[in-house]
């Protein structure tokens, strides 16, 4: 903010001095002023006449020369003896070299000055001097831009405020021409807008070039033509520039205007300049600059050329340091993509670059793929790079049957195929891994306990309790399955009928609890003995039921939390916890009438449901306690 302050400052004093100048010479302008209208950028800028400034984070300072031909600079009306207004050039060709030289400090603040040295001027000789070939100093303009907001050479937008100033060289000596010096101050307060959007570099200037009024001084045999004055004008600039990515090479257009403020004339009574130039530069190893830029005056007015030619080379160092843009490890000076994060190839031209875009991941780059969606497969198409064979060459499954035959094209017709179906496995109707022609129980699983005698059939089970009488203690009586080979398949607490495990003695709760009481820790353990010698029952939900007495709410509530603990049991007592889940129905799901008090005792139950569909359920045969499931609290009577 300081070297922002201080800019501020020196502004103010150079515009309370130009005003101060400019009320003493309202009555009577200033004879003569500076005829050249082009001033420089700062030297190791990428533009002539727009400035896109450069801070420390760029580079350090900058020297340089521009030199600035205009044809016909100076053309100016009168009237011949007719009374016809016609047109004279004073000057027709004028040769200027600026010496340039620019300065940055704290990343913010850049400093510029601009010496012209006026190298040839040739045409009507407005003041007899300086004779054709000789030199005169013009005036020199320093200057000054602070960074507000954003880096212009690496955001989209940037915002600089500045100031310059042109020191009058006639006003301390008489020797030097009219055309080439002021007697004034003159101040131009600016603002600088630019930034970088991919490849393009762009900006534009506003600013208000605020002097006091002067006019060409004319030879007094030239009186009949209508001297050119100048006065205080806002002026305008824009510019875009294209550049690679290395960035050595830019070029693109600069667009100048200028129009006169408050009404008065600026070099003449239309009191606007308009200018456009074509403009390159090329960047020699990161340290010389150069640029030519020509360019043509579409509004005729002093000061504005009808055609400019502009040649500039600068000493513009970049600080010696290790860029990597992109940021993917490899530096700009190897990386063949500076700007887009890629791989190392070891290759110059595709070091840095990111991998060539395969979608099929068939190895074929997209680019030379002619099937880039399609992956080429185990049988490539020689004659069509990236591509499977034509469809009819294709057998998907793999199983010597074609495509345009197969049936089943995504299937291998296996061991067995199907007669009926080319290129089809044979149906397994009961889904037990055995295909149907060669299962002797085709709608039966062989389940567990396969029978090696009969091919897709269980053991023989005389008592259907689901424990083959192989290994059932009691082959003729229905029991449930027991890791104690002589109780496997006995009755006891558990039977096995029609599917189903029945718990013949009820599971009892505490009173409006989810507690188990240990009278049924033996019902609970015999189911837990049935699932330990039953491993492929691999999951069971057990369900709580409650009657219809009492508010849904809590009844429901009740049933889960009861269905939890029957779980939490089982769980401690040995079964796997991903075996088991709980679920509470409270009194959605009877299976008698709430009706009576024997109907009520039957829906409060648990259940042991299978969800694999081994068995159809497992469920007690009982009531699970003795009385209904009420809203009480918990000192209720249940």
Known sequence: MRPLLQCSLFAFLALSLVAGTDAQAQSQPNVGYQLNRYEPTAAGEWSFAVEHPWYSSTRRFAVGLTLNYAHQPLVLGYKDSSGFTQTQSLVTHQMIGHLDVAGSFLDRVLVTASLPVVMLSQGGLIDKTPAEGSFAVGDPRIGGLARIYGQPGKNTWSVSA????????????????????????RVLPKVVFAGV?????????????????????????????????????????????YFDQQRRFAVGPELLFAGALAGRDSFSRFGTSLEMLLAGHYNIKNM??????????????????????????????????KNDRDGDGILDAEDACPDVKGIRTGIAATHGCPPPQDR??????????????????????????????????????ADGILDKDDLCPDLHKGAVPDPARIGCPAPDTDM??????????????AGMYPDPQ?????????????????????PDKPGAPHPDPKKNGCPGLLEVRGGQIVILKPVFFATDRDVILPESFPVLQAVANALKATPGIRMVRIEGHTDSQGVRIYNVDLSQRRARSVMNWLVQNGIDAPRLSAEGFGPDRPIDTNKTIAGRAKNRRVEFHLADGANSAVQTSSPSQSAPATQAPPSAAQ
Do not use: N
């Open 197 to 241: 959007w991919r490849k393009l570099m762009w900006s534009g200037s506003l600013g208000a070039f605020i002097r006091p009024e002067a006019q060409t001084k004319l030879p007094q045999e030239w009186s009949t033509i209508e001297a050119g004055r100048a006065a205080s004008e806002l002026q305008l600039g824009l510019r875009a520039m």
């Open 454 to 474: 009969r091919l897709g059939c269980p053991l023989p089970d005389r008592d259907k309790d689901s424990v083959p009488d192989k290994f059932d203690a009691c």
């Open 288 to 321: 010389i600059q150069t640029g030519l830029a020509l360019g043509a005056g579409f509004v005729r007015q002093p000061g504005t050329p009808d055609f400019r030619a502009l040649f500039r080379l600068a000493y513009a160092p970049l600080p010696e340091r």
């Open 360 to 397: 099929d991941r068939d190895g074929v780059p997209d680019e030379a793929d002619l099937c880039p969606d399609t992956h080429k497969g185990a049988t490539p198409d020689p004659q069509r790079l990236g591509c499977p064979m034509a469809a009819p060459e294709l057998d998907r499954d």
């Open 162 to 185: 500045g100031l310059d100033l042109w020191i009058p060289l006639r006003a301390m000596t008489d020797s030097l021409p009219s055309i080439v010096s002021d007697q004034s101050v």
């Open 432 to 445: 037990d891994g055995v295909q149907d022609p060669r299962d002797l129980c085709p709608i039966v699983p």
